[in-house]
């Protein structure tokens, strides 16, 4: 439910920057990645180019490619539903996979990417309809989705206990602050998507050794 806080800033922002309630339920249905479509709010409002957006959202998103490397082997055997799987695999769908066991995985997972997508698409049109008023009501909605993947972070290290991501992450974004301050984020994910690439490849040397 963590959904609809953030698909309902997103239609609220979306409505105010101008954006036809069509189009944003459009993007909702066919991007459904809730930084993506945040971060393509001031884009589309302004006319920026389709190459422009779409390079900015495959930035963002490069982060979900991992997300399927640990769950291959229970994705459905059906190329409809494991198209669709891999789909939905956004951060709370993989928090909440990451979270059952293997039995539940292969059972649930179809379930789960059409519940996730469905609360986004109807939280977006709640947000749509709740438009400039809901803005007033409760400022800085743009927050909704940091604060989420906040209370993602903080269950996943919970559960995992794994904190060099984190360390990697932060380090690299206080990097990227000082040396590129206006293209933090996407040079802060892609130096971070190089990195776990290349510890990938020499954990892999080394156990081929």
């Not at 589309?44 to 998103?61: D, E």
């Not at 400039?132 to 972070?153: G, H």
């Amino acid at each position: 439910m963590g959904y609809a806080p953030a698909g309902m800033a997103f239609g609220v922002l979306a409505s105010v920057a101008g954006i036809p309630w069509w189009m944003s339920i459009l993007i909702s249905i066919v991007v459904f990645s809730g930084a993506a479509q945040y971060a393509a709010i001031p884009l589309i409002s302004t006319g920026a180019g389709l190459l422009n957006i779409s390079v900015n959202t495959l930035v963002i998103n490069l982060r979900h490619v991992f997300y399927a490397l640990p769950l291959v082997d229970i994705l459905p055997k059906n190329p409809l539903k494991r198209a669709y799987c891999l789909f939905c695999l956004t951060d709370e769908c993989f928090s909440v996979m990451t979270s059952l066991t293997k039995e539940e995985q292969r059972g649930l997972f179809p379930k789960i990417s059409l519940l996730v997508h469905g609360y986004w698409v109807l939280a977006t049109i709640v947000g749509i309809i709740a438009g400039e008023e809901l803005a007033q009501l409760i400022p800085n909605l743009e927050f909704a989705l940091p604060a989420l993947f906040v209370i993602l972070w903080f269950e996943q290290m919970r559960s995992k206990r794994i904190w060099w991501p984190s360390l990697i992450a932060v380090g690299l974004y206080l990097l990227m602050l000082l040396i590129a301050p206006k293209y933090v984020l996407i040079l802060t994910l892609l130096f971070a998507v190089l990195f776990i690439l290349l510890r990938a490849a020499l954990q892999s040397k080394r156990e081929s050794i």
